[in-house]
């Protein structure tokens, strides 16, 4: 039975305990951790999504567990960690304003899985996602294929449905390709995106396509501004679905925050590339990109530079 350890229980990280305990291909047990002043609130939001998880999991009569706790040594012999805590962004915020608070609580926690639970698969979400990664990379020594940033799973599903709305075409009949950083240095690769087999542009003009990956980038904060906060639930799919990939060995290509080693010209930086998931971690997949795409992928590969740059 798989061991998930969700580190930060507030919204993501509820919303992805609730996925896992309905899925069923999977049986797992969960560990719930969190600080300990929102552990121990009652009433309070995290022990009541916890007993209601609880609850759900003897409807479904299923042998998933779940443990929320306030001490990090629980999540050891984890076999995936998605890693969720850190402030959410707000109104007004880019993921960047976020690096210097969220540095102070990503750091030393990175420090502890370090020591109990070196053989997971790290699967970060705190944003500034691409400065976490690295950040996490640094804590915990982690080797490149066993850490990876959610970002692209959730901006292509994003880029998928704004086609399909665009197109009147079924989200299972596209196929896309999203690098890049996360938010607005999202690079949408057209030239590898494919609706029911045929290029976008067979469908829409290019001004459509272009308001396509406008809408895209400006996603996180369109949601932020209609309901007060940033995604969970879209947001916890996306990391279950890679956890998902790690822990059944599915070998699926997904796109990952991804630390490359040579790929695309560059070295010993996270950004989101096509990667390959499977029970060996996170394999490094470099698609074809034609010239314009390269550019712009150069230009979000400098500006999440600048991000991470702010590390120290």
Do not use: W
């Not at 409807?59 to 998605?82: F, K, P, R, Y």
């Not at 998928?160 to 075409?169: D, G, H, W, Y």
């Amino acid at each position: 039975m798989a061991k998930i350890s969700l580190v930060g229980f507030g919204g993501i990280g509820i919303e992805a305990a609730k996925i896992i305990v309905q899925d069923p291909t999977l049986t797992s047990d969960i560990v719930a951790f969190d600080r300990k002043e929102a552990v121990d609130q009652v009433p309070g939001a995290l022990v009541g999504a916890y007993e209601e998880i609880l609850d759900a999991i003897g409807i479904m009569q299923t042998g998933h567990t779940i443990n929320l706790t306030s001490n990090l040594d629980d999540i050891a012999g984890s076999d995936v960690i998605i890693f969720t805590a850190g402030l959410p962004r707000k109104a007004g915020m880019s993921r960047a304003d976020l690096i210097g608070v969220n540095t102070d609580i990503v750091g030393p926690v990175a420090e502890k899985i370090k020591s109990v639970a070196p053989n997971a698969f790290l699967i970060m979400v705190t944003n500034p996602l691409d400065a976490m990664v690295e950040l996490a990379f640094r804590k915990t020594g982690f080797a490149p294929h066993k850490i990876v940033g959610q970002a692209g799973v959730l901006d292509t599903g994003r880029l998928v449905i704004e086609a399909s709305l665009a197109t009147k075409v079924p989200c299972s009949q596209i196929n896309a390709i999203v690098l890049g950083g996360h938010g607005p240095q999202m690079v949408p690769v057209y030239s590898q995106t494919t609706i029911a087999g045929k290029r976008i542009t067979d469908y829409i003009p290019q001004s459509e396509v272009d308001a396509i990956s406008a809408r895209v980038a400006d996603r996180g904060a369109t949601i932020i501004k209609r309901q007060g906060r940033s995604a969970v639930f879209s947001t916890a799919l996306a990391a279950v679905k890679m956890a998902k990939a790690y822990i059944l060995d599915q070998r699926m290509l997904l796109p990952t925050a991804a630390r490359l080693n040579g790929e695309y010209g560059v070295k010993d930086f996270f950004i989101g590339v096509m990667t390959e998931i499977s029970a060996k971690g996170a394999r490094i997949v470099e698609y074809p990109i034609n010239g314009d795409e390269k550019a712009l992928l150069e230009k979000s590969i400098k500006e999440t530079k600048d991000i991470v740059a702010d590390l120290k």
